[in-house]
């Protein structure tokens, strides 16, 4: 077990070396980034076909990936109409079949 004055001269290095530990931190997510960028643009899934207006989808429920409990259960809600898109953002608003407005924004990956 170490001493209060270990513990304190312990903690004391360990200030003196944050700033050093943050630049090298700051530097590690820099040289990371085009190597992250370059794995996401290869592993993208683009839409073959784009939504439009009017069109019929299914929404994918992705919270239940991860939940066992409800392996068997449906991934999938609706169908849904598009009601409007956001070609700048990639992002749609959708409806009901009978017209009814479906609360929140949608991601159109």
């Known amino acids: 077990m170490k001493t209060r004055a270990e513990l304190l001269a312990e903690q004391t290095s360990q200030l003196a070396t944050k700033e050093e530990d943050v630049r090298e931190a700051q530097e590690n997510i820099r040289k990371s980034h085009p190597r992250n960028k370059a794995y996401f643009d290869k592993n993208r899934h ?7 207006v009017a069109d019929l989808v299914l929404l994918y429920k992705s919270i239940l990936d991860n939940q066992w409990s409800q392996k068997l259960s449906n991934k999938y809600l609706g169908p849904y109409r598009i009601r409007q898109i956001a070609q700048d953002r990639g992002t749609y608003l959708s409806g009901e079949l009978d017209g009814t407005k479906l609360e929140g924004i949608f991601a159109g990956d």
């Open 46 to 52: 683009e839409r073959m076909d784009q939504i439009g």
